[in-house]
């Protein structure tokens, strides 16, 4: 499913190439795009009281900033945009074989994950249809997955779900 990706044509996926477990609060780190290029910068904001990330396009503008929820009874982080909040991702509470993350957003509709969340081996939908597919069988790389973007998506949100996901399900970075 990862392959070639679409430089433009608007015919395919989008594929991108994250590093897992590298990055953590305060660490900055670029996502490439499947011919290696940086597209988007995820700059680790430093000295704050909760755990701030900003997904940054490849000049530097801020296109979404994901901040940790204070004081929740399970994990939430917040995703914003230049205008305020767009989505709130949440851990299911009760998982009996793997975890489960929603994403709601503010403008209505959820996205969910399904697969294997710990091992980057899972599936974002909105309902059936598939928004993303994050995987580590397509990289012989160490500690990398890809993120493939179905066609028509925000490439940007679903990184910056991706992103979240990532830092909620290996809370030790």
Known sequence: MFGHRDEGHGTGPNTFQMHQ?????GDD?????????RVFKV???ALRIRKT????DGSGRMLYEIKEKLATIRDVMTIEGP??????????????????????????????????IVDHQYE???GDAK?????????????TYGVQVAPGQ???????????IDQMSHPSK
Do not use: C
């Not at 780190?29 to 290029?37: D, K, V, Y």
């Not at 990330?53 to 940054?56: G, V, Y």
């Open 154 to 164: 925000d490439e940007a949100m679903v990184l910056a779900v991706a992103i979240v």
């Open 131 to 143: 928004i993303a597919e994050i995987g580590k069988k397509w990289f012989r790389v160490r500690d």
């Open 83 to 116: 205008a305020g909040k767009v989505a709130t991702v949440k851990k299911a509470l009760f998982t009996p074989l793997r975890e489960r993350y929603d994403v709601d957003f503010e403008t209505g509709g959820t996205w969910s994950t399904h697969g294997n």
């Open 21 to 25: 477990r590298i990055f953590s609060i």
């Open 43 to 45: 700059d680790g904001k």
């Open 124 to 126: 974002i939908k909105a």
């Open 53 to 56: 990330l900003e997904l940054q």
């Open 29 to 37: 780190f670029w996502i490439e795009n499947g011919a290696g290029q």
